[in-house]
């Protein structure tokens, strides 16, 4: 039985691998491969039914044959009750064979009707039996009447059974279509002989964990089989395909998996059992030889004594150390009285408890051969009979005269330490390193103090190695092991101060090795320390990456700022010469000023880039929108860029929530990312591109790799990663600074990454960064998520054509000479009457003198008087002026805000000429209107 249980698992996994490799035989033929489509014909395929219907049959009754005639104290419930069914089943089968389509006639014709109402009664009897037995658990077999019943039910089933489809077939329901399949009524019995199938095997399998044996693993695969088999005879169109016959070679593998079961349990096991009970009196009488010897050669005092404490037989170790010899002892002195021992009283106690049956075990004097005495250790245990009477004593003694005296030395040390142990307020372990092959590979805890216990929150530890007690540690931190490697090799104490990640402590650790393979450790915790010290150093590092990010905000806006007022003139005057003194569109000379017009849009679409990195606008100010349209947008026309040797695969979830940014600046952000990646990858690789919801809790916080926040709380996460080379740690702190790039001359500008600085801070999201070298890098965009019901709103304004001339007034005002020089040549060019100004202060005086200006065009950074300044202050001298104002780089305003101030236009420069004129003329237009 031993053996049997020993051998479970292992033949439990034998059975669980039979069931998978069938299982996905069972899903090759019924799902990939055409064999629905496969019919044999009916000729070839009655032979090969009849043959495995007949071998089944066989199989059934040797299963009832095996366990009918096996004694009742052999066997249990459950297979009695599986035999019998299956016994039913095999004569159900018998019919089915002989009705089968196409077979002679079985008293009334063959017909598939018939044979399917034989098999489906045939194969719920087996299932719902297997199912019932699974349950009954280790009940014992009924005596021979009990049998009988049984026999008799289940041949009055089948009786009933025969009688139903013999005599009233016309009255059955229909079960099969030729050419067409099973019905749903046959579909459904199916599904409920495969359900009680699987939830027998299911039963079967938790036996087998449970309980062992080989009968429950045999069973659980008999069942888990035929259920396979079940399968096939749910989809099958023709009496003769392939499914029909496979089904039928499943259903014969499980009825001999069950005559397997049933042999088992029936027949072998009984003899395995004799065979063990055999070696076992064999092991006993050996055992019996081999304590007479070690009691002959024991070094400790033995001695056996009769019922009335006569000693019977004493050892010769008790001879050599007694003062009386052998044939002195033998015979003629008690157990419990001298001179045996000199302590009176001590005998007396042993004899009052042993004679009430309990052994007594104690200390007492005893005289050597010498006339000295010794302490000696003696237990005397009663020997009981089969009738439960005490029939003698056996009395087993060492001398511990040493050993008292050393253990009281050993007391008063041994006391001291533990004072010392229990009350030092450091964490104290002691431990041994554990080598495999010279190679330290974990170690284990022999004793800790409390204080140990207190500092690092473990449950009790001691026999228990590291890798036990925290899972995972030595994986994560193996410079732990190492270090305590280390001081047991060199002998050498030493000192570290480590965090313990999957603790979250920090301690201090000092170890000295006491012995060989072994070591003390003595720590502190210092968590509260180290949190204070680094909390320090992340302040001070978000301190840092804001001044810097500040700095490089401002003066890239300033550059940005002068370099649009050179850019506006350098497109100004360059299309008015190509507009109106270049009559040969295809000269030279047109050429030329194109070429110059192209190279100013480059640089005024770098200065865009640079603005995005610098500009900074409230997450409030923008609208919500559900980023995966936009993302998956972006994606399609991001893949014609993407070359076809890197594969570009996404994973959006629609269910993302709303987020607050710029449609253009999500655009942006993912064709930065996506051709960063592109880049970073050398012609082969793979980009992933992920969308979804993230919950960052305390254990997943990470700090933003722009501004160094910790990041905690729901966020949307847009994650691009590449399996590129990677970015090396030593640049990672600059990889977000404008025009720092890693790329060869003339394959980037270095704004990329920059730009997505910007758009990140303008609408208040963050930004994680996982790189590691020849593993790729993943940039993770975290989006703050938008919670109440504001949806994407985009309004596009359409103007209708219009004539650009006129015959107004109109002020211009701009502290550089160029762009007012441009403009008035511009407007002047078109009709009206342009005063220009270099000093909004000249404006403003000007203007108090006489409005006569029916509109004013004015740059926003001046120095003395801004734009907004100059508007409100001309709007309050007349109500109602039109103003136009330009800006080549503000933080302070943008197109809503200048509205609120009465301004009624905003252009960033470069000017896009179309559209100013346009919006001159419209607002013109307006005021003659009112």
Same mark, same amino acid.
């Given at each position: ?13 034998r ?104 098999w ?17 658990? #280790? ?8 049998r ?19 005599v ?6 229909a ?21 009680l ?29 035929a ?13 003769s ?76 170790a ?8 052998g ?9 419990f ?25 104690g200390?007492?004097?005893?005289? #050597? ?46 006391? #001291? ?22 190679r ?10 409390p ?18 007690v925290?899972?995972?540690l ?33 301690l ?69 010469a ?258 220009s ?15 006569e ?60 000429t179309s ?11 307006a005021?003659?209107?009112?």
């Amino acid at each position: 039985m031993n053996h049997s249980m020993d051998a479970t698992p292992q033949l439990l996994q034998r059975t669980t691998r039979l069931v998978v490799a069938l299982a996905v035989t069972a899903l090759l033929f019924g799902l990939v491969l055409p064999t629905a489509r496969l019919h044999i014909p009916l000729i070839h395929f009655l032979p090969l039914h009849t043959l495995l219907e007949f071998s089944a049959i066989v199989a059934a009754f040797l299963v009832f044959a095996t366990v009918w005639h096996t004694p009742s104290r052999e066997t249990l419930a459950a297979p009695l009750w599986i035999a019998i069914a299956l016994f039913a089943a095999g004569w159900l089968d018998f019919a089915h064979a002989l009705s089968y389509h196409g077979m002679p006639d079985f008293i009334t014709p063959a017909s598939a009707q018939k044979a399917i109402a034989f098999w489906l009664s045939a194969r719920f009897i087996a299932a719902a039996t297997l199912f019932g037995a699974s349950l009954v658990g #280790r009940a014992s077999m009924p005596k021979r009447f009990g049998r009988g019943a049984i026999l008799a039910a289940y041949s009055a089933i089948n009786a009933l059974v025969l009688w139903l489809v013999l005599v009233h077939e016309a009255a059955l329901p229909a079960t099969f279509t030729e050419g067409v399949g099973v019905t749903n009524l046959k579909f459904a019995i199916e599904c409920l002989i495969f359900t009680l199938l699987l939830l027998a095997a299911w039963r079967y399998h938790h036996q087998a964990r449970l309980n062992g044996g080989e009968f429950a693993p045999r069973m659980f695969a008999a069942a888990a089989i035929a259920a396979m088999g079940e399968l096939f005879f749910t989809q099958y169109t023709s009496v003769s395909d392939t499914q029909n016959l496979l089904g039928h070679l499943y259903k014969l593998a499980s009825y001999l998996l069950i005559f397997r079961a049933m042999f088992v349990v029936s027949i072998r096991s009984p003899f395995v059992r004799l065979a063990e009970q055999s070696a076992h009196l064999r092991k006993v009488n050996e055992r019996l030889h081999v304590q007479a010897l070690a009691l002959e050669s024991a070094a400790n005092p033995i001695l056996i004594a009769r019922r009335d404490g006569t000693i019977r037989w004493a050892n010769p170790a008790h001879l050599n150390l007694s003062a009386y010899p052998g044939e002195a002892v033998a015979g003629r002195q008690s157990l419990f009285a001298a001179p045996v021992s000199a302590d009176p009283a001590a005998l007396a106690e042993m004899e009052q408890t042993v004679r009430k049956g309990n052994p007594w075990n104690g200390r007492i004097a005893v005289q #050597r051969s010498d006339g000295s005495l010794y302490v000696e250790e003696r237990t005397v245990t009663p020997v009981i009979d089969v009738n439960g009477q005490i029939d003698g004593f056996v009395a087993v003694g060492e001398d511990v005269t040493e050993r008292i005296r050393a253990e009281d030395a050993m007391r008063a040390s041994t006391e #001291r330490y533990r004072s010392l142990f229990n009350n030092m307020l450091n964490g104290y372990a002691y431990c041994e390193i554990i080598r495999e092959n010279g190679r330290a590979i974990d170690f284990r805890y022999l004793d800790v103090n409390p204080a140990f216990r207190r500092l690092t929150g473990l449950p009790e530890v001691i026999g228990r190695c590291i890798s036990e007690v925290v899972p995972g540690l030595l994986e994560q931190q193996p410079e732990l092991l190492g270090f305590y490697d280390e001081v047991t090799r060199t002998g050498i104490a030493a000192q570290m101060d480590i965090h313990i990640v999957p603790l979250g402590i920090w301690l201090s650790i000092a170890a000295h090795s006491s012995e060989p393979g072994h070591f003390v450790a003595v720590f502190d915790n210092i968590t509260d320390r180290k949190n204070s010290e680094n909390t320090r150093a992340k302040l001070e590092r978000q301190l840092q990456q804001a001044q810097k990010m500040e700095a490089l905000g401002q003066l890239t806006g300033g550059i940005a700022h002068d370099f649009n007022n050179i850019l506006a003139a350098i497109l100004g005057y360059s299309n008015l010469a190509l507009e109106r003194f270049v009559p040969d569109k295809e000269g030279k000379l047109a050429k030329y000023l194109r070429e110059v017009v192209s190279a100013a849009e480059r640089a005024r679409d770098l200065i865009a880039k640079m603005l995005n990195y610098s500009r900074m606008q409230p997450a409030k100010a923008l609208a919500a929108i559900h980023p995966a349209p936009k993302v998956r947008d972006a994606i399609a026309m991001m893949r014609s860029t993407i070359p076809a040797s890197i594969e570009l695969e996404s994973n959006i979830d629609e269910r993302t929530p709303p987020i607050r940014i710029d449609p253009v600046d999500l655009d942006q952000l993912l064709v930065n990312l996506l051709i960063n990646a592109r880049d970073a990858i050398d012609g082969h690789g793979r980009i992933d591109l992920r969308l979804r919801r993230l919950t960052l809790t305390d254990q997943t916080a990470a700090s933003c790799a722009i501004c160094q926040t910790l990041l905690r709380g729901d966020y949307v996460a847009l994650e691009v990663s590449d399996s590129g080379h990677g970015i090396p740690a030593d640049i990672m702190s600059r990889i977000f600074d404008p025009f720092f790039t890693t790329k060869e001359v003339g394959r980037g500008s270095g704004l990329g990454l920059s730009v997505v600085q910007g758009i990140l801070r303008r609408c208040g999201g963050h930004v994680l960064v996982k790189s590691l070298p020849n593993r790729g890098t993943v940039f993770q965009l975290l989006f703050p998520v938008v919670t109440d019901s504001d949806t994407e709103r985009q309004a596009t304004k359409q103007m209708a054509p219009m004539d650009h001339g006129g015959h107004e007034t109109i002020w211009v005002v701009d502290d550089e000479v160029a762009v007012t020089g441009f403009l008035t040549e511009l407007l002047d060019g078109l009709g009206y009457r342009v005063r220009s100004f270099n000093d909004p202060a000249d404006l403003l005086l000007a203007f108090r003198q006489n409005p006569e200006a029916d509109l004013v065009i004015s740059d926003q950074t001046m120095p003395g008087l801004n734009g907004t300044d100059l508007a409100q202050a001309l709007i309050t001298l007349r109500p109602g002026l039109p103003v136009i104002l330009c800006t080549g780089y503000s933080d302070d305003i943008d197109s809503a805000h200048a509205q609120t101030l009465g301004i009624h236009r905003y252009f960033t420069k470069p000017l896009d000429t179309s559209a100013l004129l346009s919006a001159l003329r419209a607002e013109l237009d307006a005021q003659l209107i009112q």
